[in-house]
């Protein structure tokens, strides 16, 4: 079974753009979760989707959203991108939502210049 | 809010070394408890976990027991491989609510020497 993909793996945006990053579950999971994950504050929990909804939020301004598709297929969208966005994106899928066991993709390496 | 606490780092060892990394959580609930590695350039992958006090996950030689009473869940191994090389992070999940948030200690960068 293929594992979870996220496109692009690496990027380069400059400030004030905005970029959308993409992610796929494992076929037949119905949950995704973003992570982002940076050298100073580590991994930070951006937001959950299940069925389309979104089910859970972290501490992010509102420049930060997200969409879950029928197929599950996730994407996740920053505006006016600034420097401190620079990180890389993880990706994870479930089964469900409260299933724990979470499966990460390879991630998308930001970088705003 | 819910917290991981890990050793401070980085962790250098020989081949063939015990290994024992720190993890301590505060949490309101009644979490689950993982074990995280991330290998250079790549995602996160599960290594073990624990879902309940007393509970040992293990995996790969890697052994951890979640201990309610002190709030730990230190990971282990006997016998340390180059291959074993890689970050990693403690987590937790609380899950009430029905939801999935991990929310992950700092990482530990743990190099092993031939």
């Known amino acids: 079974k293929a594992g979870v993909t996220q496109t692009p793996r690496y990027l380069i945006k400059t400030r004030g753009q905005q970029v959308t990053l993409s992610c796929s579950p494992i076929?037949?999971?119905?949950?995704v979760s973003w992570y982002q994950q940076t050298p100073g504050q580590g991994l930070q929990f951006l937001f959950e989707?299940?069925?389309?909804?979104?089910?859970n939020k972290g501490n992010f301004p509102g420049r930060f959203s997200g969409r879950q598709f029928s197929n599950s297929r996730s994407e996740m969208n920053v505006s006016t991108l600034e420097l401190g966005d620079s990180a890389l994106y993880l990706c994870?899928?479930?089964?469900?939502?409260?299933?724990?066991?979470?499966?990460f993709g390879p991630g998308t390496r930001l970088t705003v210049t | 809010g819910d917290s991981v606490t890990q050793m401070e780092g980085p962790v250098t060892l020989s081949e063939e070394a015990f290994l024992t990394i720190n993890c301590t959580y505060t949490a309101t609930g009644y979490p689950s408890l993982f074990w995280y590695v991330q290998y250079p350039g790549e995602g996160l992958q599960l290594l073990l976990k624990?879902?309940?006090?007393?509970d040992k996950g293990s995996n790969k030689g890697f052994e951890a027991t979640y201990r309610k009473e002190t709030t730990s869940f230190h990971l282990e191994k006997g016998s340390v491989q180059v291959s074993d090389s890689a970050v990693y992070f403690c987590?937790?999940?609380?899950?009430?609510?029905?939801?999935?948030?991990?929310?992950f200690g700092k990482g530990i960068t743990l190099s092993v020497r031939p």
């Open positions: 989707y299940f069925s389309e909804t979104q089910r």
């Open positions: 994870a899928s479930s089964i469900r939502d409260g299933y724990y066991e979470q499966y």
């Open positions: 076929s037949g999971h119905r949950s």
């Open positions: 624990a879902t309940k006090a007393d």
């Open positions: 987590a937790l999940s609380d899950l009430a609510g029905a939801n999935s948030k991990l929310t």
